[in-house]
């Protein structure tokens, strides 16, 4: 295992991925690339609190997903970060720019709210049985039954198989007891 410590946070991630073995030139560069790609799009890969995010992406990248792949998820990633942060700026300044209310009719609000919503929600009980029909067939339980009843079968051979010698030791014992009994009674009924 090689020494951590002169590594950086991020490079001991890849490595830790990689189940702390040391990367070869190849790997190296790759990894200094998806590094540097980073960094140029203004993410800090060595803050503790990028962690997760530096660690998915070594994960990724150990398990074959490609590197356009990688780059893409992490594009598509910022690019709905920045819609997030565009749409909160907006309602932020929404909120601003609006006029003070000083009363908010909540009846009014509410009849608004009850009235979006369906009087009667209703289930298609025929589309429900066509999809538990498909998801579990006749075969399928059948064949679930027999597994039950083999399991069932070998629990009670194994028991029985285990249980022999102590079954065998108390009939043994009440054998011997309705002897002692009988005897006992014999001598006083004479």
């Not at 540097?36 to 962690?51: I, Q, R, Y």
């Not at 929600?121 to 049985?129: R, S």
């Not at 399991?151 to 029985?160: A, R, S």
Request: glycine share 4%.
């Amino acid at each position: 295992m090689a020494n951590k410590e002169m590594y950086t946070r991020a490079e001991q991630l890849f490595m830790t991925v990689l189940g702390d073995r040391c990367l070869n030139e190849a790997e190296k560069q790759e990894r200094d690339s998806l590094l540097g790609v980073l960094k140029k799009a203004g993410f800090e890969p060595d803050e503790p609190s990028n962690a997760a995010h530096v660690l998915m992406l070594a994960w990724s990248w150990a398990h074959g997903t490609s590197r356009a792949d990688v780059l893409k998820l992490l594009d598509e990633s910022k690019s709905d970060l920045d819609r997030a942060v565009k749409d909160i700026n907006a309602v932020a300044l929404s909120v601003r720019e609006s006029p003070s209310t000083a009363f908010i009719d909540a009846e009014s609000v509410a009849k608004a709210v009850h009235a979006k919503f369906p009087t009667r929600i209703t289930v298609d009980l025929e589309q429900v049985k066509a999809a538990l029909r498909d998801s579990f067939s006749i075969l399928w339980a059948v064949g679930a039954g027999v597994l039950m009843g083999v399991f069932f079968w070998f629990g009670t051979q194994y028991e029985h198989y285990h249980q022999a010698e102590a079954v065998a030791s108390l009939k043994t014992q009440i054998s011997n007891q309705q002897d002692t009994i009988r005897q006992c009674l014999s001598g006083h009924r004479k």
